[in-house]
């Protein structure tokens, strides 16, 4: 590990152990408040600032005023992520329910019925988004990469599993699926999207193969790994994002286009995140990495 990311990892820990504490001992009225500004003011990324205010003003073409605002906001959602974590263990006393609202409460109800395919975006609440789908749909599984050949697990692994242990909870009988196994991994997504379970999926991380789509004026190559599985078996598909608001958090869920092309299914959830983007600019990480994606698309990887 390199010295700046160990830095990093290590300011993380100690972002963490904060939270920790605040949740615990912080009266239960107070909390969101002091998440926030435990987040803009110890959050790890402020390390990385200037990178990301500059993805930020370039991709949105923000005015100074502007910037500033999203990237306060920003870092209070981080913040809110964090305390939030140390409150997966105690869902059922109904804690998730009064912070998080549902912005189209009958898209979740149908997908209790109808099972299929939610691709979200790394939003800093996806483990949050899972188990609130878990916990409402009574089942839910999640593809997720393992965390423990990261170099970064030895320092913050406690975490990590803390996370992934304490949300996989309200999962019913669903699980983390972990894409170590490629083969096994696209038989249990088949098997579970034609049993018409619920199957989440992050989707925005930029990818080594596969079709490139622009985003935010940049390109880049989305895994669509299990948006084809889905496509091929005509179940419904969804995007979902958990966007940060005055009073906690709201899920907006939009139904994507499922008998269609390949190319018209990515669009429709790029363009559903630009658009949450463009109007709340902290409900997406992806602000760490969309500086590195290219401005012109990978030779021969279009989508026809």
């Not at 105690?90 to 019925?113: C, F, M, N, Q, Y």
């Not at 379970?197 to 985003?215: F, R």
């Not at 939009?254 to 630009?274: D, G, Q, S």
């Amino acid at each position: 590990m390199d010295p700046e990311t160990r830095d990093f990892t290590l300011r993380y820990r100690r972002f963490m152990r904060m939270a920790e504490i605040l949740a615990r001992l912080a009266p239960e009225r107070a909390q969101s408040m002091l998440a926030r500004t435990l987040g803009r003011h110890a959050s790890p990324y402020r390390m990385r600032a200037d990178s990301m205010k500059a993805a930020m003003g370039t991709a949105l073409a923000l005015e100074p005023d502007a910037l500033r605002l999203a990237w306060k906001a920003w870092r209070e959602n981080h913040g809110l992520f964090a305390v939030a974590v140390f409150h997966y263990e105690s869902l059922a006393k109904g804690w998730l329910h009064e912070r998080i609202g549902v912005a189209t409460p009958a898209l979740l109800d149908e997908l209790t019925t109808t099972g299929g395919l939610v691709l979200t975006y790394h939003c800093h609440h996806q483990n949050t988004l899972a188990a609130l789908i878990g916990m409402h749909c009574g089942t839910m599984t999640a593809l997720a990469a393992r965390a423990d050949i990261t170099p970064s697990y030895p320092i913050l692994g406690t975490y990590i599993d803390r996370i992934n242990r304490d949300s996989e909870r309200w999962f019913g009988t669903g699980h983390y699926l972990f894409n170590d196994n490629l083969r096994a991994v696209v038989r249990e997504s088949r098997e579970l999207l034609e049993q018409k379970k619920i199957l989440l999926a992050l989707c925005d991380n930029d990818w080594p193969t596969g079709p490139a789509i622009p985003l935010l004026g940049r390109w880049f190559r989305p895994p669509v790994g299990a948006l084809t599985i889905a496509r091929r078996l005509g179940v419904p598909m969804l995007a979902a994002l958990m966007v940060p608001s005055a009073h906690g958090l709201v899920l907006h869920l939009h139904r994507l286009p499922a008998e269609t092309e390949l190319a018209e299914i990515l669009a429709a959830y790029v363009a559903f995140l630009e658009m949450h983007v463009r109007a709340n600019p902290a409900c997406w990480q992806g602000w760490e990495w969309w500086n590195r994606l290219p401005t012109t698309p990978p030779s021969g990887s279009l989508l026809g």
